[in-house]
């Protein structure tokens, strides 16, 4: 792939100075524990996005002509703590720059550097979680920066919300917190429709950094992650889902995680893709936003 900018863009709108927004790849795959091939996620995105219509039906807008840089990924890290500095101060650059950040997994553990580097620049922020698996262990084969730890760590740092849950360990019950963890198959079950939505965004404060594991999504329309489960949520509730939490709070940051990318089935890397743009479109839809 010669272009490895997201969006296949030009230098005209590609330039890291006039961008408002900076993508950030991290092809990182050290602690994934089952399917490996998240190292790939990046790149497959990167392809993918280059073949997607810049013109978003549903915002009537060309997000693009803002600007979106991609930088150079974070690589050579010796292990998951090196790969978390590494991001932690990148995405710090990035803030300073006062510039959007759209980081690329990678598996769920590369997101810890971005908490952290967010941590500096808000007082007082939420992490919103979009995943299959809780990932609230306090260590997991003996590192506390494991993917199955990330939701821990954004403990750490910033208030949390869980949507779309429906895989934990019993062991992550005590970092847990029942009354911001939204089950799966508690929003299926739901017989006020989407008011689960506006339950989510009462636990959230004003700005919101969100972090996408792909195995958030169905299998059937995303089988390409390294631990898939099903029961999982489809992309128009999803899509509406961040629509609402666009409306009602400042979304800060974003990240998506986990693509474990298939030769033969092409569709999940351009339903990321499109995720991150469509979001995006969201976003910067009004200039004051």
Known sequence: ???????????????????????????YDG????????????????????????????????????????????????????MSAEVEKRVDAILNDHKFPVILGGEHSVSIGAFRAFA????????????????????????????????????????????GIRSSAA??????????????????????????????????HDDVYVTIDLDVFDPSIMPSTGTPEPDGLYYREVLNFLRLINERHNIIGLDIVELCPNDVNKAPDFTASKLIYQILSMKFENSDK
Request: hydrophobic share 35%; aromatic share 8%; with cysteine.
């Open 120 to 163: 500096k620049h808000h007082e007082k922020f939420s992490v919103l979680q979009l995943d299959a698996h809780s990932d609230m262990r306090s260590e997991y084969e003996g590192s506390a920066h494991n993917h199955a730890c990330v939701m821990a760590r954004a403990k750490e740092v910033a208030t949390v919300a869980q949507v």
């Open 31 to 82: 602690t994934s524990t089952w399917l490996k091939g998240a190292d790939k996620g990046p790149d497959a995105i990167l392809e993918a996005s280059a073949n997607m219509e810049l013109y978003d039906i549903e915002t009537d807008s060309e997000v693009y002509t803002r600007g979106i840089a991609t930088v150079e990924p974070v690589t050579e890290a010796t292990s998951p703590e090196a």
């Open 1 to 27: 792939m010669e272009n490895k900018n997201y969006g296949g863009l030009e230098p005209e709108f590609s330039n890291y100075e006039n961008a408002q927004i900076v993508v950030l790849p991290v092809p």
């Open 171 to 204: 062991e992550e019950k005590e970092n847990i917190m029942p009354d911001r963890i939204f089950y799966a198959h508690e929003l299926h079950d739901a017989k006020e429709g989407n008011n689960w939505m506006y339950m989510v965004s009462q636990k959230l």
